[in-house]
């Protein structure tokens, strides 16, 4: 078996950062480290370059941890090492120059997924990390002297940077069979930033329309969450961001099969009183037309007709009279609901992942000498808005230094319990 220091499964974001922070922590030690990265794909980074619908927002200038799920303590541990505020200056490092769009989304300067995932993998070569592709990790082994890939690499140390199955084409992550074989406590891999698909009752004609409504997610008679924005409509339910949002709540719920609805709110910048007004004015202006057309200033026409029908009345007809019949009619606009009966797929990450009670606040598995988890890998799943990468970026590099400080401490003959101490 060929013999390295370090290996890192998985050269995405996480990997790639890991191995670029091992050896720069060798580098600062005047030492050296021999370090591989091995991936199942083709080229590193493919993932990367799917971010942001190909443009890679790749950090936040908001670092609130509210944006995260998971467990509090590990993600603050991860981020007092590698703040997330230093994301900018470390990708300015390495050639990636951000703009901010305006709401502190930060992307490459170039709007290009390929600039973010380029620099990673130059900086990986030029500081000398040795990296094999379209080779799959099927077998990972704990040794006498450290753990083994396939029974032909081996290494000292190992970090596990596999990602997860979300997105298209990666059906056939391993990393929960590598968390099992390991055993590496983990919580259940759940599908998150992706759409819902709602009951039988909900509208196929909706399918194609965009609308910036106002998003409820209830269940067990509470609200769950709540959030405005751009909301897409598909044959089977709804998408976009707001829904990608409330997915990250949605998915443990469904996944103990408790219900769950979905309220929207088609015209969130009006009051309900203020739209029955406006729906009065127009039934006393049109008293005897069809109210087909009627309020298609206020909402797309496939949004009223289904206001329209879910109220009991034809578009053939004039608008109701009565004050009663137009506010049933603007509670369907306000607060139309849907049972949630499922996730859509893509999800553009999944949470679940490795145990943070498996792990040291370095990331290291308790009790298992020199052996790493980061990125999607582990239990932490971020908001959208950069928060996932920024995860990726900062605990890989979490991972790599501490993985190349403990081996390099070993090296130099200290006995400190390095772990423990983080």
Not at 123 to 147: F, P, Q
Not at 357 to 379: F, P
Request: aromatic content about 8%; proline content about 4%; overall charge positive.
């Amino acid at each position: 078996m060929k013999q390295y220091d370090l290996i890192v499964v998985g050269a995405g974001a996480s990997g790639l950062c890991a191995a670029i922070e091992a050896k720069k922590e060798a580098r600062r030690r005047k030492k050296k480290l021999s370090i591989l990265l091995i991936d199942k794909e083709k080229y590193p980074a493919k993932k990367i370059l799917v971010t942001g619908n190909g443009k890679c927002n790749f950090a936040n200038r908001n670092d609130s941890l509210s944006f995260y799920y998971g467990d509090k303590a590990l993600i603050q541990a991860v981020f007092s090492r590698y703040p997330i505020s230093q994301v900018p200056s470390f990708f300015l490092s390495i050639g990636v120059p951000a703009m901010d769009d305006g709401s502190g989304r930060l992307y490459p300067l170039s709007r290009k997924a390929s600039g973010v995932a380029d620099a990673l993998i130059t900086e990986a070569k030029v500081l000398g990390v040795d990296c094999v592709t379209e080779y799959t990790a099927r077998d990972l082994r704990k040794t006498a002297e450290g753990y083994s890939v396939n029974d032909e690499y081996c290494s000292r140390a190992l970090i596990l940077a596999t990602g997860s199955r979300a997105g298209e084409g990666f059906s056939d992550c391993r990393t929960f069979s590598f968390l099992q074989e390991l055993n590496i406590a983990c919580q259940p891999e759940i599908p998150a930033l992706c759409g819902f698909a709602l009951g039988s009752d909900y509208t196929r004609g909706l399918k194609g329309l965009r609308q910036i409504c106002e998003i409820r997610l209830m269940g067990g008679g509470r609200q769950l969450h709540r959030e405005i924005g751009e909301v897409q409509f598909n044959e089977k339910g709804v998408s976009g961001i707001p829904v990608m949002q409330a997915s990250l709540v949605a998915g443990p719920v469904l996944q103990k099969k408790q219900e769950l609805f979905l309220s929207l709110d088609f015209l969130p910048e009006i009051p309900l009183t203020d739209l029955v007004a406006a729906l009065e004015k127009q039934a006393r202006r049109c008293s005897a037309m069809p109210c087909e057309r009627l309020f298609t200033a206020f909402l797309p026409k496939p949004l009223w007709l289904y206001a329209l029908k879910a109220g009991g009345w034809s578009a053939a007809k004039p608008l109701p009279m009565e004050h009663s019949a137009l506010q049933k009619l603007a509670k369907h606009m306000k607060f139309a609901r849907w049972a949630v009966t499922g996730l859509t797929s893509p999800a553009q990450v999944m949470r679940g992942g490795a145990d943070a009670r498996a792990l040291y606040h370095n990331l290291q598995v308790k009790n298992r000498e020199n052996l790493y988890v980061c990125g999607e890998a582990v239990d932490v799943t971020g908001a959208c808005g950069g928060y996932n990468l920024m995860w990726a970026f900062c605990s890989g590099r979490t991972a790599g230094g501490a993985a190349a400080a403990q081996l390099l401490d070993k090296q130099a003959g200290s006995s400190n319990n390095y772990a423990e101490n983080q």
